[in-house]
């Protein structure tokens, strides 16, 4: 599905669900992909997308198959802006209380966010990413604020929300997320952020 970037954007804008829906289930047919993933996986060797309603609410796009017979599962997200920052989808449906991608657990091993304007695509793995947020998402909302997008489907309305989070500062902050420390505490349950590289990159 196709998400939406908020620098310098109007928050008045209200973005008609079936006409993104249509658009997003187009570009899943793009020839792109397949470039994407050959590009992102040495040992690529084909690729399906799903089209179960149950798959994809699980957060699976995607099935990429290797050599070997590995199975990737990917969420994709398509951005058609130019801007720099990720939107992070805390809400789906504020109202209702149905949360985002990024607030329930997928069934997936990376979320393929693609710039289409840019031709460019991130892969991020999703639970470096998901660890990233809970410990990052206050003082990503303190930096970027919390976004408010109105959708309206068939004379429904309800509003999504989230955090549009610099590039460079999600992959920063994913790198930490992905170093641990122990405290040979059997019964620690909580691993602490190892912060010895500000410029670390992912």
């Not at 020839?31 to 179960?52: G, H, N």
Request: charged letters at 30%; a negative charge; aromatic letters at 12%.
């Amino acid at each position: 599905m196709s998400v939406y970037e908020w620098e310098g954007q109007d928050d008045r804008r209200v973005f008609n669900f079936d006409v993104d829906l249509a658009r997003s289930q187009r570009q899943a047919c793009d020839p792109m992909w397949r470039e994407v993933y050959a590009q992102a996986f040495p040992r690529f060797q084909s690729m399906e997308y799903v089209i179960d309603i149950d798959g994809q609410r699980s957060g699976t796009d995607r099935l990429v198959t290797l050599a070997g017979g590995s199975v990737v599962r990917i969420e994709e997200k398509t951005d058609y802006t130019a801007y720099y920052n990720i939107f992070i989808e805390m809400w789906s449906d504020a109202e209702r209380g149905v949360p985002g991608w990024i607030g329930r657990p997928l069934e997936c091993d990376y979320i393929a966010y693609a710039f289409i304007e840019r031709r460019q695509c991130y892969l991020l793995p999703y639970h470096a990413l998901r660890r990233a947020y809970f410990l990052n998402a206050r003082q990503w909302i303190k930096d970027y604020k919390i976004r408010d997008i109105p959708n309206v489907c068939n004379g429904r309305r309800w509003t999504t929300k989230g955090i549009p989070v610099r590039i460079d500062r999600l992959r920063h902050d994913m790198n930490r997320a992905l170093v641990v420390e122990w405290t040979g505490d059997p019964q620690a349950g909580d691993m602490t952020i190892v912060d010895d590289d500000e410029d670390a990159d992912v």
